[in-house]
């Protein structure tokens, strides 16, 4: 699953063995109005066909899994770049929960593509803009101001038994002084899934096997 407003091709680099793995690639639907990531993660579970698969998820799509998990059964789940409870979140995402301050974002502006990148992929993605705005495929403003807001507002506490959780020590959207139990990525970014694909490909197949 791709992290908010982005599609599948963040994972285009991502090869397992195919004599190992049967990949499958999720994609962002656009939510209901005012419904619940609960609920979001129920109609996406339905697009799973395979009894107790893997499940990976990047970012936003890390925490979608995790909801999902309730009903797929996942022999496992790996998120990256991501987070696995709200105790984990940066201050400012919880003090924009409390204050309502994520509201007040621009989100209309989102067909902007420089501005969406910031949102989903952080600030410094910018500088290289051309290069990522291919994977920004989702524009609309109800989809981002849904998602925005179910990111600062996710209320897990204790996290989901067994969860393997790969993160960068350079991630500025969640930064790793907040995390817990992870596999560090030394200079990995909150984009490490597009520009550290080498790590992810060596890595992966033993991950989600043992």
Not at 178 to 186: G, L, M, N, W
Not at 193 to 209: A, G, S, V
Request: proline share 5%; glycine share 6%; charged share 25%.
């Amino acid at each position: 699953m791709p992290g908010m407003a982005a599609s599948s091709l963040i994972f285009e680099h991502i090869h397992l063995p195919p004599n190992r793995f049967e990949v499958f690639k999720l994609e962002w639907m656009s939510p209901l109005k005012g419904e619940s990531l609960v609920n979001y993660a129920r109609r996406m579970s339905e697009n799973i066909h395979h009894k107790n698969p893997v499940l990976i998820g990047v970012s936003f799509g890390g925490i979608l899994i995790q909801e999902m998990e309730a009903f797929v059964k996942p022999r496992k789940l790996i998120v990256i770049s991501s987070v696995k409870t709200r105790g984990e979140l940066p201050r400012r995402m919880k003090f924009a929960s409390r204050t309502g301050a994520h509201k007040l974002l621009p989100t209309s502006l989102a067909t902007n593509v420089e501005l969406l990148a910031k949102y989903a992929f952080g600030k410094a993605v910018v500088k290289r803009l051309e290069l990522y705005k291919k994977y920004l495929t989702i524009s609309d403003k109800n989809y981002v101001d849904w998602a925005i807001n179910e990111i600062v507002s996710w209320r897990r506490k204790v996290p989901i038994s067994g969860v393997v959780h790969i993160h960068g020590d350079k991630d500025a959207v969640f930064p790793i002084k907040y995390i817990k139990d992870c596999i560090e990525v030394k200079g990995g970014t909150h984009i490490m899934i597009i520009n550290r694909f080498k790590w992810f490909n060596e890595q992966l197949p033993d991950l989600i096997e043992n």
